[in-house]
């Protein structure tokens, strides 16, 4: 259930934005008139799309907040706070130049990246201070017995939870181990770092559009 509720919020957002678009590059290029305008705005083939990347991007939230420390809680609290204030100032730079019905709709579009961006780096500065397991000199199938938490019976988000922990431990003992054991470059550990940032940013992005699409669902304007 929880799952299904993270998804709805998560899809409200990005279907807002993506109708946003539509609708200027249809009032850009097509006539009000033209059957194209009707069918073009955005129906079921769209509504599929976004449903399918926003479970995947809840999926990924909800399992990595299972595994992340308490501290980075309040991390994603400031976030919380930082895009409420965030918005609250973009909406009144915004009033004097947006039509009133478009305002909020707009006003979340622009929120998304420049409150995502800043978060992810700090997740990554959260991973980088939190103490880590030492992985060196040890074979990767100790390294997932060691550290692999234990399941939670049946439970699909218990099973997703430990492929992401098994991930995170295969990260972390391919880059502790690169030069020692497996003789990789610079560029295979350059690699590692990317996939951590591209990790945490999957989940500042996923975080963000929650937020993003309940303040759209309080409104007015997702349909």
């Given amino acids: 259930p929880v799952w299904v509720l993270a998804t709805q919020m998560i899809a409200a957002g990005s279907l807002e934005a993506a ?3 539509r609708r200027a590059w249809l009032g850009q290029y097509l ?3 033209s059957p194209w305008h009707r069918r073009l705005r955005g129906g079921a083939v769209m509504v599929v799309r976004h449903q399918l990347l926003a479970a995947l991007l809840a999926l990924v939230l909800l399992v990595k907040l ?22 609250g100032w973009l909406r009144r730079r915004l009033a004097p130049h947006v039509v009133e019905a478009r305002l909020m709709a707009i006003t979340r579009r622009l929120l998304v990246v420049p409150v995502a961006g800043p978060l992810a780096l700090a997740l990554v500065g959260m991973v980088l201070l939190s103490p880590q397991p030492w992985l060196i000199g040890l074979d990767w199938e100790a390294a997932l017995m060691r550290y692999l938490p234990s399941g939670e019976g049946g439970s699909l988000l218990g099973f997703f939870e430990r492929l992401a922990a098994a991930a995170d431990i295969t990260r972390a003992w391919a880059m502790q181990n690169a ?4 003789g990789l470059g610079a560029l295979q550990i350059l690699l590692g770092w990317l996939l951590m940032l591209l990790t945490q940013g999957a989940v500042a992005w996923a975080f963000v559009r929650l937020l ?8 007015e304007e997702v349909s």
């Fill in 19 to 21: 109708r946003l678009r």
């Fill in 31 to 33: 006539r009000d008139d």
């Fill in 212 to 219: 993003v699409g309940a303040d759209a669902l309080r409104g």
């Fill in 66 to 87: 299972r595994l992340l420390p308490p501290v980075t809680w309040l991390l994603l609290l400031a976030g919380a706070v930082g895009l409420v204030l965030a918005r």
């Fill in 179 to 182: 030069e020692a054991q497996l």
